[in-house]
């Protein structure tokens, strides 16, 4: 799920093929106008409505929820596991610049812990993949292979 425009669907789609990821629906943003906007919904309540709407068609799934701390993710992430604590399980904030997050996001941040959900701000997926060995989540091997694969890209730059 992401608040990308459909137009770049088939982008995505080659994405997701060449890292082998699985395969699953793929919910991208309607771009329509409005009178008071350029967008049908803005873009935290697009992301908790489509969340909300994934837990409700598939009742028995957990996620782990993965975003942006440019966008207003922080606070749509929030809100599911406000309503769905025991369905999260994690939260992953990529935060390339700590120095520039704002205090509400890192003040919102901290309310994670209330509902049991597991939150972290990462530099890149390596951290988010180290993480979630130490939950459960992945095995080292694979976090291994995403570290090599940071690494990789890192050295490509």
């Known amino acids: 799920m992401s608040s990308s425009p ?9 994405f997701i093929e060449i890292n082998d990821l699985p395969k699953g629906p793929v919910l991208l943003k309607d771009f329509g106008l ?3 906007r350029w967008f049908k919904s803005g873009h935290a309540s697009y992301k908790k ?3 909300e709407a994934i837990l409700k068609t598939y009742p028995q799934l957990k996620l782990v929820l993965i975003g942006d701390s440019g966008q207003h993710d922080v606070y749509a992430y929030l809100e599911i596991a406000k ?8 939260v992953y904030i990529r935060d390339l610049k700590a120095s520039s997050r704002s205090k509400e996001i ?8 209330d ?11 390596a951290k988010a993949a180290n993480h ?15 570290e090599h694969s940071v690494a990789n890209a890192q050295l490509a730059k």
């Open 132 to 146: 979630a060995v130490t939950l459960g989540l992945v095995s080292e091997t694979a976090a291994r292979n995403v």
């Open 49 to 51: 409505d489509r969340i």
């Open 106 to 113: 890192t003040i919102a941040a901290k309310e994670f812990v």
């Open 6 to 14: 459909w137009n770049i669907y088939d982008l995505i789609a080659e």
């Open 34 to 36: 409005r009178d008071d």
């Open 115 to 125: 509902y049991g959900v597991p939150f972290m701000f990462v530099e890149d997926a």
């Open 83 to 90: 309503s769905h604590p025991d369905r999260v399980l994690a």
